[in-house]
Nanobody, 123 residues
């Protein structure tokens, strides 16, 4: 199983950036897909998730209305469109895949993780 993220980079505050995560080795359509992030010296935190079974979407409060998660089950890819970026969004962003019906906000609900992609937002 492999999750490969792409799309990170250095942008200025207020800019937009899109992340992609392509999965291989799993039946993508049967996995809840999520994005987490981890800033230096901080714990990994939930950003957004989309359940596979009913399409329910979740966002952490601080990114709601700025970030959009989508998925393409044919391409086996999950996306995170990030608009109106802020310096506090700076982190390594990880995608994750899981089949648990539990809390999507917890790292323990996910079986597979990508290697991460750096997002840096300058002020």
């Amino acid at each position: 199983v492999q999750l490969v993220e792409s799309g990170g980079g250095l942008v200025q505050a207020g800019d937009s950036l899109g992340l992609s995560c392509t999965a291989s080795g799993v039946v993508f359509s049967r996995y809840t897909m999520a994005w987490f992030r981890q800033a230096p010296g901080k714990e990994r935190e939930f950003v957004s998730a989309m359940r596979w079974n009913d399409g329910s979407i979740y966002y952490r409060h601080s990114v709601r209305d700025r970030f959009t998660i989508t998925r393409d089950n044919v391409r086996g890819t999950v996306y995170l469109q990030m608009d109106s970026l802020k310096p506090e969004d700076t982190a390594v962003y990880y995608c994750a895949a899981g089949q648990s019906f539990g809390d999507v906000h917890g790292t323990g609900s996910y079986d597979y993780w990508g290697q991460g992609t750096q997002v840096t937002v300058s002020s």
